[in-house]
Each structure stands twice: as structure tokens, then as C-alpha cells.
């Protein structure tokens, strides 16, 4: 009989992706049932529900918020978004009910936690046994010692518009009239990241435009930069004319990384609805489409989240041949515990122990996050058993590789001290 799950319950972890802030965000902003939906309500979306029917910006009262959300979530019963907001709001809020009456009640109790300064402390450590939170929420430093920050830099390497570099001025103090004082501006901004902890930096540009990065020279990139020196406000040039200027600068910011040790998180696969304002052109996430880039930056260390999700055998065979490519189970067991298996059974065949990110929740609240490390502990258990089971893995052998997924391979990964 074998006690792998067991173990697996016991490992404190490294969180190596979300997008959640500390608790003093989520008091000021007081949020409510209907500010925890994230994953779910693309769900509800997906079912019919209007957009911003039950968001901050409805004229809905909050009964009228809980009736429309209880229709359309009776729809998606079945989806793995909607069984993890149910396994949080039941283990954390004792939710048994989904009337509109226990609705309403339930809103008063996620208010009450909101206004609870124990309550993260609760959730993320005694009830999901996460140690630290690598999380994206555009701030480099926080009042919570068990939260560390990436950042994203798509702010800076899209460049449509004159505003966007006045952005850039702003926030380095210094006046930019070349492509050249623009690059220098990224030194300064990474130089500040560095000096505040941040521990990577990402790249979410697949939800706008496709992951390939060709490879234009600097003049290329140069005569877009000065056509957008020379639009009046307000005007714009589209992700295509810009095209040669992006690619140019995300290489920068890839070096600009290099230079600092910093891990290069880029998304790779499935979009959120309720991000991606051009719906859902996965086709503009294939994972293969990095590889120029991959081979490229051979000292990089590339963590490329998601799993490449529904291009989840291409990924696998990038991250068993790529020395510095890091493979990534962040977002994955909420949106399919079924393709999380499947990607775990191969990896475990696949890719070295070592390379692999085991868990991220991608959530923006600590509710999520507690259900999706309480099903991906499930998920991996599951997968490790069979594994043993099979006499394909040794207990000792199964139990180094949660451990190392779950928690020390970020310390590598990042260069966190233990
Ligand atoms: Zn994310």
C-alpha cells in the first residue's frame, strides 16, 4: 500500500504563479461573493451570461445580482471552474445551499472574511499549505513577507502610441526621444525591479498577437519607433505595423533578464475569456512557435506556463530537449483535471524531475487558490500512485518528485533562499 498521497498532503509549497494581492488590497477594495468568480464567471460567460452583469460596474442590486448568477451557474454545474468555487466556498464557508437566500448569506460571510486580518494567514498557510506566492499584480514590492512579485513587461515592448512611451518617461524620470534612450529605459526599469525582489519577469503577449518573435535589426525596429514619435495623440499604429519594433524589444527584454539571472515566464496556450478581448485565437499560442527564440537564449531560463495547453505533446517534447526550458503545471488542473493527468503521466516519463513547475493556481483570490492546490495535490496523488502501482516509479522515486515540483524546483528556478 502505498502512502504517497499521504506525503503529498504534508509538502509545504512554493506557489510559482497567481495574480492574487495581499490581504490590505482586499480589504480596501472590500470584496465581495461576486468579486471572487475569475475563472468561473468566463464559464458563466460561456453560458450565455451578458458581461458585466453581476461585476463592480452593474446598476444590479446585490439580490438581483444573486439571481442572475444562480441561473447561469446551475449551467455550468459541470465544469471544472465551477467544482472548484464550490470546493472553496464549501470548505472555507461551510456553503451547502445554492439558493438565492444562501447566496446572499454567503456574500456576507466572504465580506466578513474580507474585513478578517487573519484571513490569508488562514487560507494560504494552515488550510493550503503554501509557504510563499510568486503573483503578477503590477507591483514589484508588498506588506506580506509570503508574497514575492514577477512582472510583467508587455507594457513596455508594446508600443503602439506616443502615450505609451510618455508612459515610459514618466516612470523612469528621463525624456526619450530615440530607440535608443527607450532600450536604456528598460535597464532602469529592470535595474529597479531587481532592487525590490522582483523574482521574474513574464511575457503574456499571446493574447494579443501570435508567440512567434522574429528577427528584425535594429534600423526595422528603429523606423516604427519614429513613426510613433511622429503620431498625434490618440492615434495609433496596429499590432501589425508595430510588429517589427515588439519583436525587436521583447529580444531586450529577454537579454535584459539574462543579464540579471531573472526567470522568463511566457505564456503559452489556453486564453481567459475574461482577459482576452479578441476572444480566443488559441491558435495564437502555439507553443512551437518559440522555438527560434528557445534555441536563441540557450543561458535563459524560460518557464513557459500552462503547459501549452491543448498543445500540451508539443510542449512536453520542447521541455524533454530544451536545457532552458522550465515545463509548468500553474492554471492547468482547474481547467481540466483530466488533461492534467495526462500531462503529468507524460512528463513523469519525459522530463527530467528537476525542470518541472508543479503548481501555480493563477487565481486572484486565496479562496481559488485553496481549492486548485487542494485538487492538484488530488490530481498528482492520483498520478503517482498509478505510477508506483504500475512498478513504474519507486515510493522514494515518487515522493522526490512531488516534493522537488511542489517546492524545490522553485528555489532553483527563482534563486530563492531556502
Ligand atoms: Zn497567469
Redesign the pocket.
Known sequence: MSNIKEFISSIRVIDG?E?VNTFSFRQKNQVDLFGLLHYLESDLFTAGMPRDAITSLSSADVEEKAIIFKKYFERTQNTAYAKAFKTAMKDLYQMEYWSVKGILELNDKVLQASNDSTWYNTVLSEKSGIDLVLT?VGETMFDDPSFRSVMFLDYYFEVLSIEKIHEIEKKVGKSISTLSHYITSLQDIMDSYVLDGVVATKLGYAYRRTLDVGKPTFYEAEKVFNEIMRLQLKQSLSQEETKPLQDYLIHEVIRASIERNLPIQI?TGHHETTVSGNGNIITNSKVTDLIPLLLEYKEAKFVL?HSGLPYVDEYIAIAKNFPNVYADM??VYIISPTIASHALHKMIEMVPWSKIQGFGG?YNYVEGIYAHMKLARQVLGNVLEEKIKAGYLTEKEAQQFAEGVLRYNLFEIYNLSK
Open positions: 504563479h495574480h503578477l505564456h506556463l500553474t492554471w493563477d
